[in-house]
């Protein structure tokens, strides 16, 4: 495990901008789970299939967010995360167009999570609400954070360069070197804060759906499985 602490990890987001949000294209299809025994436990899983997008009619920025907070990246950030030899991540392939312009877009690559930063800690007051979760569907119920500086317990965390933490899949959490690259190269499009000052407090239930549902296998089940959370 690499040396470093709690204020080395960052958390790179959207920067908010809803005009630059992309949207899933009709085409996209989820998996369906259906609960036998609570009719309130119907919900969608894995996304079946590679990303298919409408992008607005801006030129996309280096770092691109749906709706849904997956995060893609142009073939440039690509390359410079190989280069420097990243850990946490792979990518997959995607199908986008413009909302109108006739023209294909600049290809863009669906950014995926490995990296593990482990279980979020006893300290940030959230933990599983066991009485809410369904152990027959796999239905998983939250509480809400209450101290986001501590939702890290860095004894959990594997080394990897990007990683999530569970249960916030759609959270990417990355170490300072990247941070170093984001804004030595001045890419665009992400939003970046240090883990000392994360500060989104959530106050109500919350249901992540599966580790399985956005890590590849076979690393979900490898994590998942022990966890109950696959």
Request: charge should be negative.
């Amino acid at each position: 495990m690499k040396n470093t602490t709690y204020s080395n990890f960052w958390r790179i987001n959207s920067p908010f901008s809803h005009d630059r949000l992309a949207r899933w294209d009709i085409d996209v299809v989820m998996e369906g789970i259906r609960c036998p025994v609570n009719t309130e436990h119907q919900r969608a899983g894995s996304r079946i299939g590679d990303l298919s997008l409408v992008l607005p009619d801006q030129i996309p920025e280096d770092f691109v967010w749906t709706w849904s907070s997956e995060c893609l990246i142009s073939d440039r950030v690509l390359e410079h995360l190989r280069d420097h030899r990243f850990t946490g991540f792979e990518v997959r392939p995607t199908k986008a167009r413009y909302a109108t312009r006739p023209e294909k877009p600049p290809r863009l690559w669906e950014l995926v999570v490995t990296g593990w930063g482990g279980m979020a800690s006893a300290e940030s007051g959230l933990y599983l609400n066991k009485e809410e979760s369904c152990s027959v569907c796999g239905h998983l119920v939250y509480t809400g954070l209450q101290q986001s500086e501590k939702l890290i317990d860095a004894n959990q965390w594997d080394g990897s360069d990007f990683f999530i933490v569970w249960p916030f899949p759609n959270f990417i959490f990355v170490v300072e070197p990247v941070v170093r690259l984001i804004e030595g190269l001045h890419l665009s499009g992400a939003f970046l804060k240090r883990g000392s000052t994360f500060e989104f407090e959530t106050s109500d239930e919350f249901s992540p759906g599966r580790l399985s549902h956005v890590m590849p296998e076979p690393r979900a089940s490898d994590i998942g499985k022990p966890l109950g959370i696959y």
